[in-house]
């Protein structure tokens, strides 16, 4: 069933077509993730940055799909460009003019990627210059340098050169809306992610041919994945589905409404944002720590933030759950949908229009976020708690939760909802027998 569907996938002319251009624009990213910035000694850029595997630099990393690590022109990855859209989502919450974008409809959709991208212009050439410094000040105990002509000259040709790759990255996201198949910037997010796991995998095999690990071990480890993997699915896909019915009017001769229908809640409607928020947060103690002198006191402070502390889980995992709230806040306003509802002549049964419908959104909101909230802190701290733990290394680890393995699975479910619909709409069975897969896009 499952080979033959792939097969379908292929004798489609415009999805074969879709899905080729959108893997060719995947592979030039990952070319442009090892062309290094001209001026840096990579021996010494290495070697000093692997103690900064488990900090912000680290975090930063995951996203740039290891470029960061190798000081490459993509070495600041999208990420300027998810900080910009943040900014502006966040903007068009507290100020009326962008309030007023977002209901334009598609020439306000347009004036806000206009804005997105100038913004992205700017956060990448503030954001390269301070990579510029960071990597004059990497030296080794033997006195090498990562960069061994630092300068004025070399901090211009780092921000040229990122700012220009980043914006380029920005470019082949949008080709791939385009021209591609799925969502380009979670694609590309998601192929630097993966790139990672050959590596990863290498190495816990390296772990077991020594006897280090044994097969039950191993067996048992695979189980995990599935498991955590399986219930991701479920929070990715779950809604909470709100009846609506809406009433009948009749225009002249015509009568509209008088159907019945529901308001789909996501219950992960914060998605990954709440890990990424307070995963940053977290790493900006150990990051600094880093920098400073060594002394008993900062030494038990480095200790309570590292990420195989007590004191490190806890406090990750209330910050989870307190971003899942605030994220969902922004993301979804009760007070919108209700007045939306109003204005379409929709109603939830039961309830009156107006301040009552959103009130009981508001509550309905309110219980689905918190046991999703807690799923997402208990996925964040997995990895952490397995590295401590069973003794994987973490870049193996990172696999079995955390950001990583939420994004994985949201743009797959993504993709293939994408190309289920093409399937279905040429009459060809998808990749389930039954019901389509629900992707991120409910």
């Known amino acids: 069933m499952m080979l033959e569907t792939f097969r379908n996938v292929f004798k489609i002319g415009d999805l074969r077509r879709k899905i080729l251009f959108t893997l060719m624009i995947l592979g030039i990213e990952r070319i442009g993730t090892h062309i290094v910035t001209p001026g840096i000694d990579t021996a010494v850029l290495a070697e000093g940055f692997r103690d900064l595997q488990n900090t912000l630099f ?214 990954v944002m709440p890990i990424i928020f307070a995963q940053a947060i977290m790493f900006v103690p150990s990051t600094l720590l880093t920098f400073l002198p060594d002394s008993d006191f900062f030494l038990s402070l480095q200790q309570l933030f590292s990420m195989d502390s007590w004191f490190y889980w806890i406090v990750y995992g209330l910050m989870i759950v307190f971003f899942t709230y605030f994220y969902t806040a922004i993301a979804l306003n009760p007070v919108e949908v209700a007045e939306n509802l109003k204005k379409q002549g929709g109603f939830i049964p039961g309830v009156r229009p107006g301040k009552k419908t959103q009130e009981f959104l508001d509550n309905i909101l309110t219980r689905i976020t918190l046991p999703s909230s807690i799923f997402l802190a208990i996925v964040a701290i997995i990895p952490a708690m397995l590295a401590k733990w069973a003794k994987i290394p973490y870049s193996l680890a990172s696999f079995y939760g955390g950001t990583g393995l939420l994004i994985i699975v949201g743009v797959a479910l993504d993709f293939l909802q994408q190309v289920e619909s093409h399937l279905f709409m040429r009459h060809y069975d998808g990749f389930m027998k039954s019901g389509r897969v629900r992707g991120r896009r409910g």
């Open 58 to 271: 680290g975090l930063y990393d995951l996203f740039a799909g290891g470029a960061f690590s190798k000081a490459a022109i993509f070495g600041l990855g999208i990420m300027p460009y998810i900080s910009a859209s943040i900014i502006i989502q966040l903007l068009g919450a507290v100020i009326p003019y962008f309030q007023k974008l977002q209901k334009e409809g598609e020439e306000g959709r347009k004036k806000i990627m206009q804005y997105t991208r100038y913004g992205t212009l700017l956060i990448s050439a503030m954001q390269s210059l301070g990579v510029a410094i960071f990597l004059q000040s990497i030296q080794l105990p033997d006195g090498r340098l990562a960069v061994p002509n630092p300068g004025i000259g070399f901090q211009l040709l780092t921000m040229i050169s990122m700012t220009s790759g980043t914006m380029l990255i920005m470019w082949l996201g949008e080709l791939i809306d385009q021209h591609g198949i799925g969502n380009g910037i979670s694609l590309i997010i998601f192929i630097g992610i993966i790139a990672r796991f050959p590596a990863a995998i290498m190495e816990e095999y390296q772990q077991f041919s020594i006897g280090q690990r044994g097969l039950l071990a191993e067996i048992m480890l695979i189980a995990l994945a599935l498991v955590v993997i399986y219930f991701i699915v479920l929070l990715t896909q779950g809604t909470r589905k709100i009846p609506v019915q809406y009433a009948k009017r009749v225009v002249g001769r015509k009568v509209y409404g008088g159907v019945n229908t529901h308001f789909p809640l996501k219950v992960n409607t914060a998605g």
